[in-house]
């Protein structure tokens, strides 16, 4: 989307007969070069348009956060394993006498460890902010209805995760600062006051002022991550957008993000059960029934054979979690971008050139034409 402007609100008009009750002039339907109409959306086609694009475009929407989920996990273990082989010693002898552990043992597996939780935290943004920029990526060519080939998302999406990760961090710090404040109150009239039950009282009264005011400034900015992909926008602009874009529109912006959280919970249960029925019951390992381990790894020799199958089971059932929410609430909350952009600033009418140009003879439809959704 390289310019705001001059997006029409709907498509090519003319009439046609068979009005309802009788001849008359009626509108033809919007146009649907892709998987949504060109013109204001309603719940069922922002709801059908994700589920359409995922359909559609499976291969770089769910290859692409495959990708990303696996290379997140594969690090985050790795990164474990050498801060367990760099603290094996040290963990042998905690578990050896674990009433008298020494504070530099302690210290040493606390610095490895997490060392390796920020660095996986770090990996993390990175891979979330990979993942809904190709998301939002890939529906820029699922609304005109063209093919979405891996390697151009790939590199569409690359090249606008710094954008996106800048509006994470953003967008993560602007709702954590009524939690930030309400802590800081917390402390200093925890401080001031000799009575812990009316500060606790207190401190629940300022949460439920706390807590509405973080989803209000989360769905105020929901829109940033498709305004970061679909525009180019920086980091800060992102945010001004989808702060312009929701005003006005707060309420049906957060229910429709509310139902499709509430779609993301059902699904994952639905992904989960089968999963639950097929783990084998756990068997308790009673220590002192039997000697005690000399070490880590004889410790793990010991439980992770009864516990190896329901592992398994349910690292492949939280991928399978993962790869859905990962791409249907992206999907879901640049849709309802589009939908406002469409019913404030014309979009519709440019995105109906832009799927013409991509039809047209000769005319592939690639980014940087007009309509173009970058």
């Given at each position: ?21 009788g001849w008359g002039w009626m509108p033809p ?179 439920l002022v706390a807590v509405p005011l973080m ?68 068997q308790p390992y009673d220590l002192s029934s ?85």
């Amino acid at each position: 989307m390289s310019d705001s402007s001059g997006w029409g609100p709907s498509g090519p008009s003319g009439p046609y007969w068979g009005a309802p009750g009788g001849w008359g002039w009626m509108p033809p339907p919007p146009p649907k070069p892709g998987v949504i109409p060109l013109a204001p959306l309603g719940v069922d086609h922002i709801l059908g348009g994700a589920f359409g694009t995922m359909r559609r475009y499976a291969k770089p929407l769910f290859g692409l956060t495959f990708v990303g989920v696996v290379v997140l996990a594969g690090l985050t273990l790795g990164l474990e394993y050498a801060a367990y082989l760099s603290t094996k010693s040290r963990l042998d002898r905690m578990l050896a006498a674990p009433r008298s552990i020494e504070w530099t043992d302690l210290r040493t597996v606390l610095i490895a460890f997490g060392t390796v939780w920020v660095v996986g935290m770090v990996v993390s943004l990175v891979a979330s902010s990979f993942i809904q920029a190709s998301s939002a990526a890939t529906l820029h060519d699922a609304v005109l209805g063209r093919r979405a080939h891996v390697g151009t998302v790939w590199k569409r999406a690359w090249s606008r995760t710094p954008s996106v990760l800048g509006v994470t961090l953003l967008l993560g710090l602007t709702v954590a600062i009524p939690m930030i404040v309400l802590i800081v109150l917390f402390a200093l009239m925890a401080a001031a006051s000799n009575d812990p039950f009316a500060s606790f009282g207190l401190f629940l009264l300022l949460l439920l002022v706390a807590v509405p005011l973080m989803v209000w400034l989360f769905v105020r900015f929901s829109f940033a991550p498709a305004a970061a992909v679909l525009e180019g926008a920086s980091p800060v602009t992102a945010m001004r957008r989808s702060a312009r874009l929701v005003r006005g529109a707060w309420w049906r912006t957060f229910g429709i993000l509310l139902l499709g959280g509430l779609i993301t919970f059902i699904v994952s249960l639905v992904i989960n059960v089968p999963f639950q029925f097929a783990m084998p019951a756990p068997q308790p390992y009673d220590l002192s029934s039997a000697q005690e381990p000399a070490s880590v790894t004889e410790l793990y020799a010991r439980i992770l054979p009864d516990m190896g199958r329901s592992l398994v089971l349910s690292t492949i059932a939280g991928i399978f979690v993962q790869l859905f929410s990962l791409v249907f609430m992206p999907l879901v909350s640049s849709l309802l971008y589009i939908d406002q952009r469409i019913r404030r600033e014309g979009l519709a009418d440019v995105l109906v050139r832009a799927a013409a140009v991509t039809e047209a003879p000769g005319a592939p439809g690639t980014p940087g034409t007009p309509g173009s959704v970058e």
